[in-house]
Structure formats: structure tokens, C-alpha cells
């Protein structure tokens, strides 16, 4: 089988299944239904599912240009996916949309079977036949600015390679990734200093510029490790890894319940509930893949320091002095392998909503200690991942904003982030929004109800009993 005779077998499969759905949502003249901003593998799931439920009225915006969505082609510097090959990620229970059908339908069966993980560009290749075999309509390079309530619609501010542009939108759909809500996690000694001593692991880092250098990685996460392993291939001097605990995370805890029930029950649990199983899992931490060290310890100029919290970092001439629980030495460069967080300070379009989204710390009973933890500031959605009011009335229109990104994961599961179950998560989310525009377009609905006039019997059937001829 060609990927000709592939998507020719999806376009058959859709079709027994009449997907997608024909269009039924009242239109609005002059107003898009749906407007998802990020055109990742969120963005692209949750647009799809939305068309196959008939909400075609609906595209999404990316910065980035075409096929650089997400950290693939960008900041994501591991070598293949961390994730077994097998999951099916967006397809949506489409077999025919699964990244194994892809892939066999190009190199075969038995390549499929010697294949061990998904090399990273290979999944980002992926990612754009499912954009292009599914038509999904996304419009690159186009920045979200600003978003706010305008009576009963929201009001988008873009800004793409036309310039700027406004459109009204029924819903908006945040599907912008992990740092949505955010941005990159920086150790407070990094905060403030120069650039020219630092990056974040999210950041474009010239490599070659630390060709003969030496690197301090903060993180034992897979981007520290990720980063290390880049660094040092690129010719680093010396690269230390500052790994605040006394060994490195070894156990990924979630996968161990990792099932539908999972998948489908987590995000209906009661809060604390959420709390003591997103809390432990966190605590434990996520190790980073076995591979990722590998490739770092592969090299004999890579030194892990354990039990090595970062106290202080300033600068001395070219260089940085690093001080740390365990004494103090000098490098080239530091590179932050933290990870991101939920602060909406760093989302500039987003200030309009930002100040009434009810968020985790601000519920009864949430753990004081933990109130500027990345839990505390996670948002606190609804079952269609939609924002709350802080202040009921305040801002009536985090209704219609629905946060279908990492952030959701505190209220909702791992269902809108990672690749394993964004597909159930993409389910949840296009059903809900499909359930609420029927609901606030009854009227017409009822409206076209009582129109319809369409036969299905035309009269010549049957007869009434009385006007039958002499039936004894
Ligand atoms: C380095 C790295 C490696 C990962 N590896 C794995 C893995 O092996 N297995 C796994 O299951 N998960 C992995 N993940 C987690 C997850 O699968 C990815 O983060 C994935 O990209 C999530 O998809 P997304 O659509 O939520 O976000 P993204 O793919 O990041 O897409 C978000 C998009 O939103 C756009 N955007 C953001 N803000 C705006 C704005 N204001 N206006 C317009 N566009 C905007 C961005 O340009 C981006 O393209 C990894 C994550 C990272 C960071």
C-alpha cells in the first residue's frame, strides 16, 4: 500500500462513517463559530473532531510558519519520541489516521516492526499529512494579540502576514501548547541576568556558539538532558548537569494507570482527589528517558551532580560564577532545563481575561503552601474545559474560552497535552461546544423543526378503512 492508497482508504472510511457530519449550526453573519488559536497536535485534533461533528464554520491561527508547529522542528532537541510508537494520539479512532498507518503505508510492515521509537521529525512529517489529508484549515504566522468579551461573542485580535485583523468568534479554543498559559519556568538566580549567560531549554540556542565552552544544564527533566546531550554534541568543553535531588527520578508513576479509565474518569474525580494524584505523581517527578542519558553520558566531559541545588548565579567577566548547596564553580553558559508554568503575566493576550480566571489557589480548601506552585496557578476548568469568573459577572465570557492545553491537566487528565489520550480529550471538548451551540440556538432549532415539510409519504400508501371498496 502507497500513502495514495492510504488516504484513499481514509476518505472510504470517513464515508462509511459519514464524517464529517454535515453542517448544522445556524450561521451568523459576519461571525466565525469556532477560532482555535494553535495549530499544533492539540489545535489540530480539537479542529478536526470539530468538523466531524459539523462545525465547519471553524480555523485555526498559528505563529509559527507552516509545519514548524510546536516544539518539533523548534526546541524539542531529543532524538525520537519519548512515547511507545503504538500510541494513536490525534487519529481520532480513525485507524486509517494513525501515525502506524502513515508509516507502514511508506516504509512497510516489517520496518514498522524493527521501528523502537518515533524519530522526532518523522512524528512533526506526520503531523502535516494529518493537517493535509483531513484539509484542516489553519492560517500560519498568525499571532493571537488580544482577546476579549464583546456581548455575547469574544473579540480576536490577530496579527499575520496581512497585518492585523479582528474577527468575532461564538468560542476560541486556546490550544497553544505548554507554555499557553505561560512560559518557561526560570530558576529565581537566573531571573534578571543578562542573556548572553543564559537560555531556557525553549529558547533558540545557538549551539555552535558553545563549541569548546563550558555548559551548566539546570534540570534532571528530558529537555536538561536533551539540551546536555546537544551541547556537548556540538563540541562543549565540559557540560555539568545541577540535579537538585540526590538521584535521578527513575519510576514515570502516571504511566503505571495509564488506561481508558484513566483517561475518561480522571478529570470527574473530586478535587482532592486530582490533587493527591496529580501531587504525587509531581512529587515523584517524570524521569527523563533512558535514552536521553545515554546520549549525555555517552560522553566522558558530562558530570552529574546530584543533591546540587542552584543558589546563585552572577556574573564574572565572560563567565558565570555558579553557586550552588554543593560549593560554587565557574562556567560559560547556564542553560535552564525547567520546565514552563502557568503565569499569565507572561501572555500579554491574555491580560484582558487574565485577572478573573479562577485558578486552583483560589479554591476553598487549596493547600496554602502551594498557592504560587504551578498547581496553584493552574486554571480551574469546567467540564468543557472552559474558564470560570473569579467574581461571577465579572467577566462572563471565560465561558465561551476554552483552555485545551497543558494547563488543563490539574482539572482535566492528561487529555490535552501529551500524545497518548489527546484524542479523548479533543472528543470532550468539540461534543461540549456542539452541545452548547444547539442549546443556544433552540430557537431556530425549533424554528427549522416546524418548517421542515420535506414527505415522506406522499398520499398514495394506503387508504383509510372507510374508503375502502366493500372489505368484508
Ligand atoms: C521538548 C518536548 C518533547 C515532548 N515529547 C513528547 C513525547 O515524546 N511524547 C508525548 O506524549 N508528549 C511529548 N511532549 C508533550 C506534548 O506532546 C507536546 O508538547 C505537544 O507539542 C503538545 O501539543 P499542543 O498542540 O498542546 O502544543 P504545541 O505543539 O506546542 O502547539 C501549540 C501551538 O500554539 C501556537 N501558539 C501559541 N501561542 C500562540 C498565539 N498567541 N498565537 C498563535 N499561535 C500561538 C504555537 O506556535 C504552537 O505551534 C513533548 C513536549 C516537549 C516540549
Known amino acids: 500500500m502507497s500513502l495514495a492508497d492510504l488516504e484513499t482508504r481514509l476518505a472510504q472510511d470517513l464515508a462509511f462513517l459519514n464524517l464529517p457530519a454535515s453542517p448544522w449550526v445556524p450561521p451568523r453573519d459576519g461571525v466565525l463559530d469556532v477560532l482555535i488559536v494553535g495549530g499544533g497536535m492539540c489545535g489540530l485534533a480539537a479542529l478536526a473532531q470539530l468538523r466531524f461533528l459539523g462545525i465547519d464554520n471553524s480555523f485555526a491561527i498559528d505563529a509559527a510558519a507552516?509545519?514548524?508547529?510546536?516544539?518539533?522542528?523548534?526546541?524539542?532537541?531529543?532524538?525520537?519520541?519519548?512515547?511507545?510508537?503504538?500510541?494513536?494520539?490525534?487519529?481520532?479512532?480513525?485507524?486509517?489516521?494513525?501515525?502506524?498507518?502513515?508509516?507502514?503505508?511508506?516504509?512497510?510492515?516489517?520496518?514498522?516492526?524493527?521501528?523502537?521509537?518515533?524519530?522526532?521529525?518523522?512524528?512533526?512529517?506526520?503531523?502535516?499529512?494529518?493537517?493535509?489529508?483531513?484539509?484542516?484549515?489553519?492560517?500560519?504566522?498568525?499571532?493571537?494579540?488580544?482577546?476579549?468579551?464583546?456581548?455575547?461573542?469574544?473579540?480576536?485580535?490577530?496579527?499575520?502576514?496581512?497585518?492585523p485583523a479582528q474577527l468575532l468568534a461564538r468560542r476560541v479554543v486556546l490550544a497553544t501548547g505548554r507554555s499557553g498559559l505561560g512560559g518557561g519556568a526560570v530558576p529565581s538566580p537566573l531571573r534578571g541576568l543578562d542573556p548572553r549567560y543564559w537560555a531556557h531549554s525553549a529558547d533558540d540556542i545557538d549551539f555552535s556558539q558553545l563549541r569548546g565552552r563550558e555548559v551548566a544544564v539546570i534540570g534532571a527533566g528530558a529537555s536538561a538532558f536533551d539540551n546536555a546531550a546537544v551541547a556537548l554534541e556540538a563540541g562543549a568543553a565540559r557540560v555539568d548537569l545541577l540535579i537538585r535531588r540526590a538521584s535521578i527520578p527513575a519510576v514515570n508513576k502516571l504511566t503505571g494507570i495509564a488506561s481508558p479509565g484513566t483517561e475518561l474518569g480522571l478529570g470527574h474525580l473530586p478535587d482532592d482527589w486530582k490533587l493527591q494524584i496529580h501531587g504525587y505523581a509531581a512529587a515523584q517527578q517524570v524521569p527523563p528517558p533512558r535514552h536521553s542519558v545515554r546520549r549525555v553520558s555517552a560522553h566522558d566531559n558530562a558530570y552529574f551532580h546530584l543533591d546540587c541545588a542552584l543558589t546563585g548565579v552572577t556574573p564574572a567577566g565572560d563567565r558565570v560564577k555558579i553557586e550552588t548547596s554543593r560549593g560554587q564553580f565557574e562556567s560559560d553558559f547556564v542553560i535552564a532545563g525547567t520546565g514552563f508554568r502557568n503565569d499569565f503575566s507572561d501572555r500579554a493576550e491574555l491580560s484582558q481575561i487574565a485577572p478573573h480566571v479562577l485558578s486552583w489557589a483560589d479554591r476553598p480548601g487549596f493547600p496554602l503552601s502551594q498557592r504560587n506552585s504551578n498547581f496553584g496557578q493552574s486554571p480551574y476548568l469546567a467540564p468543557d474545559f472552559s474558564f470560570i469568573e473569579k467574581q461571577p459577572g465579572m467577566c462572563p465570557a471565560l465561558a465561551q474560552i476554552h483552555c485545551f492545553n497543558d494547563a488543563a491537566m490539574l482539572s482535566h487528565g492528561k487529555v490535552s497535552g501529551d500524545i497518548p489520550a489527546v484524542s479523548v480529550g479533543a472528543k470532550r471538548l468539540a461534543r461540549a461546544i456542539a452541545r452548547a451551540f444547539f442549546a443556544e440556538d433552540i430557537e431556530v432549532h425549533f424554528d427549522r423543526l416546524r418548517a421542515y415539510d420535506t414527505p415522506e409519504l406522499h398520499g398514495d400508501e394506503y387508504l383509510p378503512a372507510d374508503h375502502l371498496p366493500n372489505r368484508a
Open 66 to 163: 507552516e509545519g514548524f508547529e510546536g516544539p518539533w522542528e523548534t526546541f524539542a532537541r531529543m532524538r525520537t519520541l519519548r512515547s511507545p510508537k503504538s500510541l494513536t494520539g490525534p487519529a481520532l479512532d480513525q485507524p486509517s489516521l494513525t501515525f502506524r498507518a502513515w508509516f507502514t503505508a511508506q516504509w512497510g510492515a516489517a520496518a514498522w516492526d524493527a521501528l523502537d521509537k518515533i524519530p522526532k521529525p518523522q512524528w512533526m512529517e506526520y503531523l502535516r499529512w494529518y493537517r493535509r489529508v483531513l484539509a484542516l484549515p489553519v492560517r500560519n504566522e498568525t499571532r493571537l494579540r488580544d482577546l476579549r468579551g464583546e456581548g455575547t461573542l469574544l473579540r480576536v485580535t490577530m496579527n499575520g502576514p496581512e497585518g
